[in-house]
């Protein structure tokens, strides 16, 4: 497994941005396909991004498309997730994720089995 550290939460107006970071001390971190997942009170947990271990692919929850980037810097074994145009509705607790296979994030009942996930980082956003 891998140790997963995020940061760059908080409290944002609405229209506002925050950049997320997730990061380990793994020097196989450029070998793990990188996600992140939210979660607001009384739901269930949601896929966000992915990206894969050489960062040509990505893929969006239909839902932050063309609003969040992810994003990945091997030298410094971070993935990132750039939030831009928040809504009140993006308020959760987001959480990074590791594994090694893609498909485990774009396919919903395979991401129970993902390998390695963050304690996670809370973000608000207020009217």
């Known amino acids: 497994q891998v140790q997963l550290v995020e940061s760059g939460g908080g409290l944002v107006q609405a229209g506002g941005s925050l950049r997320l970071s997730c990061a380990t001390s793994r020097r196989t971190f450029r070998t793990y396909d990188m996600g992140w997942f939210r979660q607001a009170p009384g739901k269930e947990r949601e896929f966000v991004a992915a990206?894969?271990?050489?960062?040509?692919?990505?893929q969006y929850s239909d839902s932050v498309k063309g609003r969040f980037t992810i994003s990945r810097d091997d030298a410094k074994n971070t993935v990132y997730l750039q939030m831009n145009d928040l809504e009140l509705e993006d308020t959760a607790v987001y959480y990074c994720?590791?594994?090694?296979?893609?498909?485990?994030?774009?396919?919903?009942?395979?991401?129970?089995?993902?390998?390695?996930w963050g304690q996670g980082t809370q973000v608000t956003v207020s009217s």
């Open positions: 990206i894969s271990w050489s960062g040509r692919i990505t």
């Open positions: 994720a590791a594994d090694r296979d893609f498909r485990k994030y774009t396919t919903p009942p395979m991401r129970a089995d993902i390998e390695s």
